[in-house]
Nanobody
Framework: VQLQASGGGLVQAGDSLRLSCAAS????????MGWFRQAPGKEREFIAF????????YYANSVKGRFTISRDNAKNVLFLQLNSLKPEDTAVYYC????????????????WGQGTLVTVSS
């Protein structure tokens, strides 16, 4: 199983980015998916979740209204659109495939990408 995250970079506050996560080696359409992030010195935190058919999404309060999670099951790709970025959004962003359990818990996910770094300057 491989989850390849990409799209991170160095941007200024207020800018936008689109992260992608290409999945291979698993039945992508059968897995609900999530995005998490981890800032230096902090624990990994939940950002966004999407069900297998995209009918339900959940977001952390800190990103609600600014970030949008989506997926393309035909292409086995997960996306995260990041708008109105803030310096506090600086972190490594991870995509993950959920095996079950609470959607916002790290332990509910059993396949993780390698992460892509987002740096937001003020």
């Amino acid at each position: 199983v491989q989850l390849q995250a990409s799209g991170g970079g160095l941007v200024q506050a207020g800018d936008s980015l689109r992260l992608s996560c290409a999945a291979s080696g698993l039945s992508f359409r059968s897995h609900s998916m999530g995005w998490f992030r981890q800032a230096p010195g902090k624990e990994r935190e939940f950002i966004a979740f999407v069900t297998t058919d995209s009918t339900i999404t959940y977001y952390a309060n800190s990103v609600k209204g600014r970030f949008t999670i989506s997926r393309d099951n035909a292409k086995n790709v997960l996306f995260l659109q990041l708008n109105s970025l803030k310096p506090e959004d600086t972190a490594v962003y991870y995509c993950a495939a959920r095996r079950g359990g609470t959607y916002s818990d790290v332990v509910s996910y059993y396949h993780w990408g390698q992460g892509t770094l987002v740096t937001v300057s003020s």
